[in-house]
Structure formats: C-alpha cells, structure tokens
C-alpha cells in the first residue's frame, strides 16, 4: 500500500499490526515503517513519535537518524534539523555527501539559493537516479526563475519515479508558468487629508488595469503590456480622468543578476497634460547573501489636490538591499536621492526589520519600520514639510492552508496584519490590512487586499482585486 502511495491505509495496516505487540515485544521493523509511512503523509510529529521507540531498540541506525534530520527540515524547525546534521557530520567525518547535504538543505533555509543549488548539483552528479535530490534541486531552480532547468529536472525524476505526482504536477507548473496571460485589477483609494492649510482635501480614485504578459520568449524573462484610467473624484473640484498605457520587463540571469524596466505614460483630462513614470534597475545577490539593488526612475508628478497643480516632477536614483540575516530575521531598506524640478533636491528612505517568531506555512512575524525624507528646500511655497520621520511597529500574520507546501503547489492564503505609528510632529497612525490570495498553478490567479489607515490628521482606504488568466 505504502509503495503505490496510499499512505492513510498503509498507516492503518502497520498500526494494527503494532496493535498486536506490547512494549517488551516491539518490532522495530514495523516502528520504521510507521515512522517513514507518516513522515510520506506529512504527519510529522506522528513520525518523529514512532522515530523515537524505534531509536530505542536500534539508536545507531545512520539512515533513519538522517532522515529525522530531513524531516526537521520538512517542517521548518531549522534549529533541531541544524543540530541533527551537525551530530551525524561529526559522528561521520568520512562522509563528504553527508556534509553536501546539510549544506544544499541549510544554505536554502537561509535563502542562499545558488549557493545550495551548487551543493544539489555533486549530489545530483554522483546519485543521478535519487528521487528526492532530483526533487530537491528541481525546487531551486524554480525558486530562482530558471524554468527550463527545473523543467528539465523533473523530467529526469519521472524516468526514475514516474508516480511521483508532486514532481508531475511541479513541471506541469513550470510548463503554466511561461503562457500568456490576461489581468485584471480594480483599485479603490479614499484619502482625506486635514489639521493644516495645505492638508484640508478628500479625494477619491478609482483604478482599473488591464495587462497582458507575453508567452515567455526566454528563460526568466517576462514582458507584460497594460491599459487602464484612473477616475478622480474631488470634494471642491470636477473630477478628472488619466488614461494611461504601462510597460513591465523582468529579467533574471542564472549568475543572480536580474534587471528590470518599469514605465507608465499618463494622459489626464484636467489641464490637458501627459507625464511619464519609469524605474530601471540592476540587482545581483552578492555572495548569494544581499540581494542588493541599483535603480533610477522619474516620477512625473506629484499632484496638490489643492490646487490640482500637476507641475512638480522629480528625478531620483537609490541603492535597496534586502538581507536574510537569518531563517527568522530579515531586513529591507532603501535610500534615495531625489532631484525635483523646482530647484529642490533631498533623501528619503526607508527600513523594514523583521522576525519570524513562527515559521512557514504558518508565519507570524513582528516588525520594526521608518520612513523618512529631507528635503533641501530652495522654495518655501510648499505642499508638504522639508523634513519627515515616521516609526512603526506591528505584527503580521500569513497562514499557507493545504497539505503541499512545494514551490509550483497550488497557493491559498490569508494574511492580516496590523501597524501602529507615531511620526515626528505627535501624530498617531494605526494600519490594519487584510489580504488573500488563490493560485491554482494553472489558469487562474487571483486576490484581495483591504487597507484602511487611520490618524488625527489623515485618513485613507485602499482595496484592491485582481484576477490573472493564463493560456
């Protein structure tokens, strides 16, 4: 039963057969067997339950002390998994494929992609025909964009495992994944502004895109093309329309470079004026550690919904780093230099730490952020303040549901979150969220996000659906 993959009825067999045996007379064949049979069904703790009656009777068996490494690995709980390899590493010097493999699973754990895809690939080289190595670097090579390899891989496990569904379905998503695609995305934002003379205002802006992305004509390249208009409705003026085209390019090199092209060329109907927005940016992961980002961009306007003066414009450039410090602690930041074209200029940043006091699927994670920006003023008219810093902290809670948690698995979450703040001038600012999303791996991707934000000064709603069709 457990050899065609009907895990739930060979569980029931051996544990009827266990059933049959007290303490003293326990066959330590039949505690492996419920032990690997559970570990197979994603019953963890069950499994690593029979693991430990059955390293009662034989506690220096190699290949069972292994695998309740890996399964450590399986369920996230780094620590214990870190600390079972390193026993067997030291127990074991003699073992080089041992250390490879503590190192492809730990350099993953820490993000460290190509890193353990090098460690995989010995592996791979010196046990062509093991299944779940073969899974194992397929799932890196997915998780690092490169399609065709991870394709490849998999095609090579089916030979040796052809029932092996998870690999099945891993490649039909990478086949998914380089289809055209049809998206939709209608956005809703209220903001309303008071507490000073340039922030009396309300506004609301309704938001629909239309894109489409092309078939993949490269490995790890995407280009996707899109419409849309933006309709804005003012407390104490006429509303306004801004019809727009946009144009995204993603590239991602195997060497961990990756650039990016983002634009969007605007036509609004108040004033009878067109702006344009881009970003363009190079990233490259350095010793696979820092995902490290250059970019630069114009913003075309930053409108006063005052006065709907739509002349201020800027010009910036920046630098954005993106560490793992460890499989719990993360940190985001990015600075930019900002040129505007009223003879200002200035810097604004911003930092996001995290921790992860739990850990994938279900994770829950508490965060430490500030924004800021310092402008040099050379005009004093002005809609905002020259200098600005805000903190916030919160907790952020995603839950992964389902029983497969592979990359190319279908995705279904829920993930809410809650911000509060205090910037510089006293005032208080609180930012729940709550986000969903579906993808089955196949035609449909879909989600939501609801975002309100609340302050004595400053108010503002944001929700946001989209749906994508691949074909």
């Known amino acids: 039963l457990a050899t065609h993959n009907d895990y739930d009825l060979a569980v029931e067999q051996f544990t009827m057969l266990q059933g049959k045996n007290n303490d003293s007379t326990e066959d330590a064949r039949i505690l492996r067997w419920l032990a690997e049979t559970n570990s197979w069904r994603h019953q963890y703790d069950e499994s690593l339950e029979w693991y430990g009656r059955y390293f009662e009777k034989r506690p220096f068996d190699f290949k069972r002390r292994r695998d309740v490494a890996r399964i450590y690995g399986w369920e996230a709980r780094i620590r214990e998994a870190n600390k079972a390899y390193k026993a067997l590493c030291e127990e074991y010097p003699e073992d080089s494929e041992l250390f490879w493999e503590w190192q492809a699973k730990r350099n993953n754990w820490l993000g460290r992609r190509r890193t353990a895809i090098s460690y995989y690939e010995k592996l791979v080289e010196r046990h062509p025909e093991d299944v779940g190595l073969l899974f194992d670097l397929g799932q890196m090579y997915s998780i690092l964009d490169l399609d065709v390899k991870a394709e490849d891989t998999y095609k090579k496990l089916l030979v040796y495992a052809p029932e092996h569904n998870r690999a099945d379905f891993a490649r039909e998503s990478e086949q998914w994944s380089r289809r055209q695609s049809l998206g939709f995305k209608q956005s809703y934002i209220h903001q309303k502004g008071s507490g000073d003379t340039f922030g009396n205002y309300e506004i609301t802006m309704f938001r629909t895109d239309l894109t489409y992305m092309t078939k993949r004509f490269s490995e790890a390249t995407d280009l996707s093309l899109g419409l849309g208009d933006t309709v804005f409705k003012f407390k104490e003026h006429d509303s306004s329309i801004a019809e727009r085209l946009t144009l995204d390019f993603h590239k991602y090199f195997e060497n961990g470079i990756k650039t990016y092209l983002e634009g969007e ?55 954005r780093l993106n560490w793992d410090i460890t499989h719990r602690i993360d940190l985001f930041s990015q600075v930019k230099q900002c040129w505007f074209n009223d003879g200002n200029n200035g810097v604004e940043d911003y930092t996001v730490v995290g921790y992860k006091l739990h850990l994938y699927p279900k994770i829950l994670k508490f965060i430490v952020e500030t924004y800021g920006f310092d402008t040099h003023a050379k005009k004093d008219e002005y809609w905002s303040p020259d200098n600005y810093r805000k903190y916030m902290a919160g907790l952020v809670w995603r839950h992964y549901l389902g029983m497969e948690h592979f990359q190319g698995a279908p995705v279904l979450y829920y993930e809410v979150a809650v911000k509060e703040g205090l910037d510089d001038d006293g005032v208080n600012y609180i930012e729940p969220k709550f986000e969903c999303g579906w993808d089955n791996q196949r035609r449909w991707n879909m989600g939501l996000e609801i975002k309100p934000t609340r302050s004595s000064v400053y108010e503002e709603e944001q929700a946001a659906f989209f749906i994508k069709y691949r074909f």
Do not use: C, K, P
């Open 265 to 319: 060329l605007s036509s609004y109907s108040e004033n009878q004026h067109e702006t344009i927005q881009y970003e363009a940016g190079a990233g490259y992961r350095i010793f696979d550690i820092f995902d490290t980002t250059l970019f630069g961009g114009r913003e075309d306007v930053l409108q006063n919904f005052n006065t709907l003066q739509n002349g201020r414009a800027r010009d910036y450039s920046g630098v």
